[in-house]
């Protein structure tokens, strides 16, 4: 007796039909499928651009199925708000890694969420340098080992990790700052609903929004995937702990509308 089947899982119409050149376990791929649902479920795939950087973070343009941009190295902000306000009625994404965002960077990333820019971020923080060969990052942790701090990374000669949403989060400006992760399937579905709640602040022109998800990057932190997963939960979540650090309306209530 034959039975009626329906599909309840395919691939997002944003995401190319295309196969991965990532490392066994990166979790890129995760976060590229997350951003292509979301633009699939708001409808908005045909209106929006993407910027891509420099570092892993740029291939995202062979996998999300939209125009993309490709701008200098931690100059993203600075190109997206370029196009934004030449056309405002786009939808408009960085998608950047730690090393791009959090080093050479920081100055874009600040005075575009300072200035209020109506773009939405997506923060890949895997606390390393990941295409150029396993150096320290900005994010990389006490003690980590990293192919330029092979005795783990020293506080006292380097200074601490930076944690970028409680940094953005001292500016006055409304804005919306989440840190999520993807090693679970139960992390997954935060991920997706912080990634599409950025995205939807931006379609009501509210406020810059920044979402920074905790991310493995087995092959320069030497391990397979499934320990790459546990170092993770063990090492960087304790670091960088998750959640919501600001919304433009606790913003506004405080600061008063921008």
């Known amino acids: 007796m034959e039975q009626d089947t329906k599909t309840i899982f395919s691939r997002p119409e944003a995401l190319r039909d295309t196969v991965t050149h990532y490392c066994p376990g990166c979790t890129h791929g995760i976060t590229h499928r997350i951003v292509a649902e ?4 708001l409808g908005v795939r045909e209106k929006t651009l993407g910027v891509a950087p420099v570092g892993c973070s740029v291939f995202i343009y062979n996998y999300i199925d939209t125009d993309f941009l490709e701008a200098p190295h931690g100059r993203a902000p600075a190109l997206a708000t370029g196009f934004k306000r030449l056309r405002p009625d786009m939808v408009v994404f960085t998608y950047q890694g730690d090393g791009d965002l959090a080093s050479i960077g920081m100055a874009e990333i600040i005075h575009a969420a300072n ?14 340098y990941g295409m150029t060969g396993g150096q320290m990052a900005p994010t990389t942790i006490s003690g980590q080992v990293t192919t330029t701090c092979p005795f783990g990374r020293d506080i006292a000669q380097t200074g601490y990790p930076i944690r970028m949403v ?11 700052l989440e840190r999520v992760t993807v090693n679970s399937p139960q992390q997954i579905i935060k991920t997706k609903r912080a990634i599409k709640k950025a995205f939807q602040y931006q379609l009501e022109g509210r406020c810059f ?12 932190w030497g391990l397979i995937p499934l320990e790459a ?4 939960e063990d090492n ?13 309306d606790d913003a506004e209530s405080n600061h008063g509308t921008v």
């Open 38 to 41: 979301v633009l699939d479920s």
């Open 115 to 128: 200035r209020g820019e109506k773009i939405t971020v997506i923060f890949i923080n895997n606390a390393i």
């Open 166 to 176: 409680e940094l953005l989060s001292a500016l006055g400006t409304p804005m919306y």
């Open 209 to 220: 929004s920044l979402v920074e998800v905790l991310s493995t990057c087995p092959t320069n």
């Open 229 to 232: 997963t546990k170092w993770l």
């Open 236 to 248: 960087m979540i304790p670091n960088y702990p998750l959640g919501c650090f600001k919304t433009p």
